[in-house]
């Protein structure tokens, strides 16, 4: 089963907006992970923010984690027609050494 | 630096057949692990591997099983295949077995069952 649940599933912008992305977890978690994938190929990874952390930049990407409402959001600013991808939130409890991974957002960026 | 290689990118196996998949993780990365994504959903984990020993393992049927070679490449083998198992396998490797830095994936495996 999966843990993270990514809202919205499917997202359509135009070029140089802003797009958010949220995922919501049921579990206490080590650290939280976001991905993209192009076209049903691997996995990048994005950015690692832990649970003692509340806010992390990555060039254009934001991600903010509120541990008490198990929830993050991904913000990516000035979105690029190359952002067009699908996004997952993966958390990671420590133990077993896994990540969980929600169903994801389909991002469109529409030039 | 080459990245997290799997091989092969695409195969095609009949209902009943068995299928091997293989992974070289990134140079000096000692864990290995392997994820099934099913069309429209996010990965599920099946296995992890560390200094060629399991980790963990996901809820997947024992018709699935893996091993790690002492250059810490990896295989995983799905026997009896079923047509559910059609999906994209991906490897990923990670420096230590607790990855607190993000894991780098592969380009994974399409693998569909006919």
């Known amino acids: 089963s999966q843990q993270g649940e990514e809202d919205p599933q499917a997202l359509s912008i135009q070029e140089g907006e802003n797009a958010t992305m949220n995922c919501s977890y049921k579990?206490?978690?080590?650290?939280l992970q976001w991905y993209r994938q192009n076209s049903g190929r691997g996995l990048v990874h994005l950015i690692l923010?832990?649970?003692?952390?509340r806010e992390k930049h990555s060039g254009r990407l934001r991600v903010t984690l509120d541990t008490s409402k198990k929830s993050s959001s991904l913000l990516i600013t000035a979105s690029r027609a190359a952002d067009t991808a699908s996004y997952f939130c993966?958390?990671?409890?420590?133990?077993?050494?896994?990540?969980?991974f929600g169903q994801g957002t389909r991002l469109t960026i529409n030039p | 630096d080459a990245g997290v290689t799997q091989s092969p990118t695409h195969l095609i196996k009949t209902r009943g057949q068995q299928v091997t998949l293989r992974c070289s993780p990134i140079?000096?990365?000692?864990?290995v692990s392997w994820y099934q994504q099913v069309l429209g959903q996010g990965p599920q984990f099946i296995f992890q591997?560390?200094?060629?020993?399991?980790?963990g393992r996901g809820n997947f049927p024992d018709r699935f099983s893996a091993r790690q070679f002492p250059n810490y490449s990896s295989e995983l083998n799905v026997n009896a295949l079923l047509l559910g198992d059609s999906a994209l396998y991906l490897c990923?490797?990670?420096?230590?077995?607790?990855?607190?830095?993000?894991?780098?994936f592969g380009s994974g495996t399409r693998l569909t069952v006919v």
């Open positions: 993966a958390t990671d409890r420590g133990v077993g050494q896994k990540l969980v």
């Open positions: 990923a490797s990670s420096l230590e077995a607790l990855a607190n830095y993000g894991y780098t």
């Open positions: 923010i832990r649970s003692n952390e």
């Open positions: 591997y560390y200094e060629k020993e399991e980790r």
């Open positions: 140079s000096g990365h000692k864990s």
């Open positions: 579990t206490s978690i080590n650290n």
